[in-house]
């Protein structure tokens, strides 16, 4: 029996909350956010019609506290709750929490959560079902020699997967029968700490491999259907970079026998709602279960974009006990989608998380076939304790073809400053031939690593003389900014029976320039195209990047006021998680100071020479911005230390 929904609470943040809110007010549905202490001034928690604050700001304390969200849904009178995806999304404890207070989750029963919680259990249901599996052991027994008949009767090399696992940990090659001892024990190593859990499964390891996906939904009535499928293949870190639908070069049959295959794992798990099942494709054509999300997934806009559906609107109906409003035949589809994830990274560093504050930010503009999905705005901070994408870009086209230049363009329009990101990085896997052949597997990164990872090129006079120029050019008047026929409101250098000129000292990352500007101005471009100027800061793009340029102030650097090559200022943005000394206490050059965390990564301050501290700015548990300055040391001689 149908009960619509009235007021929904959204357990999540960013741009999937702006998203699911953006549907639920389309159909007259009043929406509730929850928000931590460092997402008070977040965009979803404006854009909903009532925000609930949760304390904390690390997602343990905040976004995964099962208790204070309900407390927030019976408060504001939510009679559903909408997880989006991480956070609490696949957690069955979560779901039936819900159910005792009477609320409606919008997503699978519990049970099925439970059924492909663990992998290996997963694998089982899924072979009793008749999905295609890839050759492996998934049982019980964990000894090496069990794993050793495995790998033997399956070939190598072999893939070792933690059976509660994902995001690549607690997964290892052996490419020989002697590399399973050691990479079984470090696989197990790693999924103990990683998921206090080590119960392991084996796989053959497919060369070359695409990720092909079906996005499949399923109502309460016993309907179930699949919205053809999206290729994620290009990856980095076993994380999707780039998705697309439909998948290139897959012919009707195999897109028919893997939909047909993904519903019959849905159905086996009695399924109810938006869920994805993933699979592996070879380069014969054959393709292998490898999980299901039982969850809205983040690329599902490129699912939208060639069907003309909205799948949050289809939750929300199901949720509310409506059936599909389609059978299978009846799916459209319609050209091809394309999506970047734009992430605060940076790939040059191992594609590390970055955070800080986005000084400059622009969107793509929006059009036909033209979508961005974003829950930040210009000034927003990119938080260490989250997930640090930044936004989604999505293209549409008649052709892939056209999908893809349109998606470049909306890239090219793109201007990210303040953080470090993945954007340049992007733009040059669109670029690629390959990818414009659609050469896809999940080696795609790696194979391309030259083109798509260069080193950055030496900043070049050219650069210099056109950023100084810039710099000039979009300078503060001065103090007859009312009258600019005066002299005094321009800022060109002339001088009486000079040369006029300008001299700027300028600073682009480690690099500084004393940069001469001579009049007439000559206004380079040299590939250098100027992005906006913040304040101090003018941002360039050169080469498909993007850099940032300041004044130096030499009266300001000889007096001290920025931190010195000793570290006293925070690397990053991140919390206190130790404090090591105390104002008097002496010190040795090298001593650990402060120990910072971002996004689970420690990094300590160390004292760049003996001295004594005389003041500690910050105390264990507090959060800092990057450049702000934690310690102060007193430099003695070593006879006084």
Same mark, same amino acid.
């Given at each position: 029996?149908?009960?619509?929904?009235?007021?929904?609470?959204?357990?999540? +943040?960013?741009?999937?909350?702006?998203?699911?809110?953006?549907?639920?007010?389309?159909?007259?549905?009043?929406?509730?956010?929850?928000?931590?202490?460092?997402?008070?001034?977040?965009?979803?928690?404006?854009?909903?019609?009532?925000?609930?604050?949760?304390?904390?700001?690390?997602?343990?304390?905040?976004?995964?506290?099962?208790?204070?969200?309900?407390?927030?849904?019976?408060?504001?009178?939510?009679? =559903?709750?909408?997880?989006?995806?991480?956070?609490?999304?696949?957690?069955?404890?979560?779901? +039936?929490?819900?159910?005792?207070?009477?609320?409606?989750?919008?997503?699978?029963?519990?049970?099925?959560?439970?059924?492909?919680?663990?992998?290996?259990?997963?694998?089982?249901?899924?072979?009793?079902?008749?999905?295609?599996?890839?050759?492996?052991?998934?049982?019980?027994?964990?000894?090496?020699?069990?794993?050793?008949? =495995?790998?033997?009767?399956?070939?190598?090399?072999?893939?070792?997967?933690?059976?509660?696992?994902?995001?690549?940990k607690g997964m290892k090659v052996a490419e020989r029968a002697e590399?399973?001892?050691?990479?079984?024990?470090?696989?197990?190593?790693?999924?103990?700490?990683?998921?206090?859990?080590?119960?392991?499964?084996?796989?053959?390891?497919?060369?070359?491999?695409?990720?092909?996906?079906?996005?499949?939904?399923?109502?309460?009535?016993?309907?179930?259907?699949?919205?053809?499928?999206?290729?994620?293949?290009?990856?980095?870190?076993?994380?999707?970079?780039?998705?697309?639908?439909?998948?290139?070069?897959?012919?009707?049959?195999?897109?028919?026998?893997?939909?047909?295959?993904?519903?019959?794992?849905?159905?086996?798990?009695?399924?109810?709602?938006?869920?994805?099942?993933?699979?592996?494709?070879?380069?014969?054509?054959?393709?292998?279960?490898?999980?299901?999300?039982?969850?809205?997934?983040?690329?599902?806009?490129?699912?939208?974009?060639?069907?003309?559906?909205?799948?949050?609107?289809? /939750?929300?109906?199901?949720?509310?006990?409506?059936?599909?409003?389609?059978?299978?035949?009846?799916?459209?589809?319609?050209?091809?989608?394309?999506?970047?994830?734009?992430?605060?990274?940076?790939?040059?560093?191992?594609?590390?998380?970055?955070?800080?504050?986005?000084?400059?930010?622009?969107?793509?503009?929006?059009?036909?076939?033209?979508?961005?999905?974003?829950?930040?705005?210009?000034?927003?901070?990119?938080?260490?304790?989250?997930?640090?994408?930044?936004?989604?870009?999505?293209?549409?086209?008649?052709?892939?073809?056209?999908?893809?230049?349109?998606?470049?363009?909306?890239?090219?329009?793109?201007?990210?400053?303040?953080?470090?990101?993945?954007l340049a990085f992007l733009r040059r896997i669109l670029s690629t031939?390959?990818?414009?052949?659609?050469?896809?597997?999940?080696?795609?990164?790696?194979?391309?690593?030259?083109?798509?990872?260069?080193?950055?090129?030496?900043?070049?006079?050219?650069?210099?003389?056109?950023?100084?120029?810039?710099?000039?050019?979009?300078?503060? +008047?001065?103090?007859?900014?009312?009258?600019?026929?005066?002299?005094?409101? /321009?800022?060109?250098?002339?001088?009486?029976?000079?040369?006029?000129?300008?001299?700027?000292?300028?600073?682009?990352?480690?690099?500084?320039?004393?940069?001469?500007?001579?009049?007439?101005?000559?206004?380079?471009?040299?590939?250098?195209?100027?992005?906006?100027?913040?304040?101090?800061?003018?941002?360039?793009?050169?080469?498909?990047?993007?850099?940032?340029?300041?004044?130096?102030?030499?009266?300001?650097?000889?007096?001290?006021?920025?931190?010195?090559?000793?570290?006293?200022?925070?690397?990053?943005?991140?919390?206190?998680?130790?404090?090591?000394?105390?104002?008097? /206490?002496?010190?040795?050059?090298?001593?650990?100071?402060?120990?910072?965390?971002?996004?689970?990564?420690?990094?300590?301050?160390? =004292?760049?020479?003996?001295?004594?501290?005389?003041?500690?700015?910050?105390?264990?548990?507090?959060?800092? =911005?990057?450049?702000?300055?934690?310690?102060?040391?007193?430099?003695?001689?070593?006879?006084?230390?």
């Open positions: 029996m149908s009960k619509p929904i009235t007021t929904l609470l959204i357990a999540n +943040r960013g741009e999937i909350a702006c998203r699911i809110i953006r549907t639920a007010k389309a159909l007259g549905i009043v929406t509730v956010a929850v928000y931590s202490d460092a997402d008070a001034q977040a965009r979803h928690t404006r854009e909903a019609d009532i925000a609930v604050a949760l304390g904390g700001t690390k997602p343990a304390d905040s976004y995964l506290q099962v208790e204070k969200i309900i407390a927030a849904a019976r408060s504001t009178g939510a009679d =559903a709750v909408h997880p989006g995806y991480g956070f609490l999304s696949e957690n069955a404890g979560f779901a +039936r929490r819900l159910e005792e207070e009477g609320i409606t989750f919008v997503g699978p029963p519990p049970a099925a959560i439970d059924a492909m919680g663990s992998k290996s259990a997963a694998k089982s249901l899924m072979e009793s079902a008749g999905v295609p599996l890839v050759p492996g052991y998934h049982g019980q027994a964990q000894d090496l020699d069990t794993f050793r008949s =495995a790998a033997e009767r399956i070939g190598y090399p072999v893939l070792l997967k933690a059976a509660a696992g994902g995001g690549g590399d399973l001892a050691d990479a079984l024990d470090s696989a197990k190593r790693e999924a103990l700490s990683a998921f206090a859990d080590q119960q392991m499964l084996v796989e053959k390891y497919l060369l070359a491999p695409r990720h092909v996906e079906i996005q499949v939904f399923a109502d309460q009535h016993g309907n179930c259907l699949y919205l053809h499928e999206r290729d994620c293949s290009i990856q980095r870190r076993h994380q999707k970079v780039v998705e697309e639908a439909p998948a290139p070069g897959l012919s009707a049959q195999l897109r028919k026998e893997m939909g047909e295959a993904a519903v019959r794992a849905a159905q086996a798990i009695g399924y109810v709602g938006a869920g994805t099942v993933e699979f592996l494709l070879d380069a014969r054509g054959e393709f292998f279960f490898m999980e299901m999300n039982t969850r809205l997934q983040v690329e599902h806009p490129v699912t939208e974009a060639i069907t003309g559906l909205d799948l949050v609107d289809w /939750q929300l109906r199901v949720a509310a006990g409506e059936p599909l409003p389609l059978q299978q035949d009846d799916v459209p589809l319609l050209g091809h989608a394309i999506e970047v994830r734009l992430y605060a990274e940076d790939p040059e560093g191992g594609f590390l998380p970055a955070s800080g504050q986005l000084s400059l930010y622009r969107e793509a503009a929006a059009g036909p076939g033209r979508r961005v999905d974003s829950g930040v705005e210009q000034g927003n901070t990119i938080s260490p304790f989250y997930d640090p994408m930044i936004a989604k870009v999505i293209a549409w086209g008649e052709t892939r073809e056209e999908a893809r230049l349109r998606l470049l363009a909306m890239l090219k329009e793109t201007a990210v400053g303040g953080v470090k990101t993945n031939p390959a990818f414009a052949n659609a050469e896809l597997d999940t080696g795609f990164i790696d194979r391309h690593a030259q083109a798509l990872l260069p080193d950055r090129p030496a900043l070049t006079d050219a650069f210099w003389a056109h950023a100084a120029q810039t710099y000039l050019d979009t300078s503060t +008047r001065l103090d007859r900014s009312d009258d600019p026929a005066s002299p005094w409101s /321009q800022t060109t250098g002339w001088r009486m029976l000079a040369a006029p000129q300008a001299l700027l000292h300028l600073r682009c990352g480690a690099e500084d320039r004393l940069c001469v500007i001579a009049a007439p101005p000559s206004t380079p471009h040299h590939g250098v195209k100027m992005l906006a100027r913040r304040g101090e800061v003018l941002y360039l793009e050169w080469q498909g990047d993007c850099y940032e340029v300041t004044k130096v102030d030499p009266l300001a650097e000889a007096a001290g006021t920025q931190a010195g090559d000793g570290g006293l200022a925070a690397p990053m943005n991140g919390s206190i998680v130790r404090v090591l000394v105390a104002p008097g /206490q002496p010190v040795q050059a090298g001593d650990a100071l402060i120990v910072v965390e971002a996004m689970k990564m420690e990094h300590s301050i160390r =004292a760049p020479y003996a001295g004594r501290v005389s003041v500690v700015f910050c105390s264990e548990g507090e959060m800092v =911005a990057e450049g702000l300055v934690l310690v102060e040391l007193e430099e003695v001689s070593d006879d006084a230390a």
